[in-house]
């Protein structure tokens, strides 16, 4: 019990002796089939639920934003026409006074064309699950959320690429001067 004492105060003393550490995301936001950066895509950042920031990227493709310790987040991509993806980040944990160090966590995010009479609510749920701890300033990806997801994931893509060549067939099928097959 003495042991246990000794060290919880010799960690609360040492806490004046460090920095928390606060995460930037940014990234780029491209064509799935191009990588071309896509500009004014919708970007809301979403703290423990409620929509806290919300903007568009830039010419470039370009997001950032910086989030807060102790919260949870969700940073959503939409556009017309494209499928809306999101990823989830974590930033609870103990952290030290004098906030001053930003670390920093690039995500590039791909959206792609939505294809009519294919479900893609799947994308709902995030592609990933960072978590920040504050007082290290480590990222780890959840790889076991990641590895649950990874096989239907991997299916839904099979199916979305077989849509798409069956719809370009019979796109090209049904212009003018088209040969039959």
């Known amino acids: 019990m003495l042991h246990r004492l000794a060290l ?3 960690l609360l003393a040492s806490s004046t002796w460090g920095f928390a550490a606060q995460l930037r995301v940014y990234g780029t936001v491209t064509d799935l089939a191009t990588r071309e950066p ?3 895509v919708f970007v809301r950042i979403y703290k423990n639920g409620v929509v806290q920031q919300a903007s568009h990227t830039t010419a470039n493709g370009r997001y950032s ?3 807060d310790n102790n919260a949870s987040y969700v940073i959503r991509f939409s ?3 494209r499928v809306t ?3 989830a980040v974590d ?3 103990p952290e030290w006074e004098g906030d001053g ?3 920093d966590l690039e995500v590039e995010m791909t959206l792609f064309e939505t294809v009519h009479a294919l479900d893609l609510s799947f994308f709902d749920m995030p592609l990933g699950i960072a978590r920040f701890t504050p007082m290290t300033g480590v990222i780890a990806w959840n790889e076991q959320y990641e590895a649950r997801i990874h096989g239907p994931l991997e299916r839904l893509m099979a199916e979305l690429q077989a849509r798409r060549e069956e719809l370009a067939i019979r796109t090209s099928a049904s212009e003018p001067g088209a040969q039959p097959r």
């Open 79 to 81: 556009m017309p026409g």
């Open 91 to 93: 930033t609870h944990g």
């Open 85 to 87: 993806k999101c990823y």
């Open 101 to 103: 160090r930003v670390v």
């Open 65 to 67: 934003a910086r989030l």
């Open 8 to 10: 919880t105060t010799l």
């Open 38 to 40: 896509l500009t004014a």
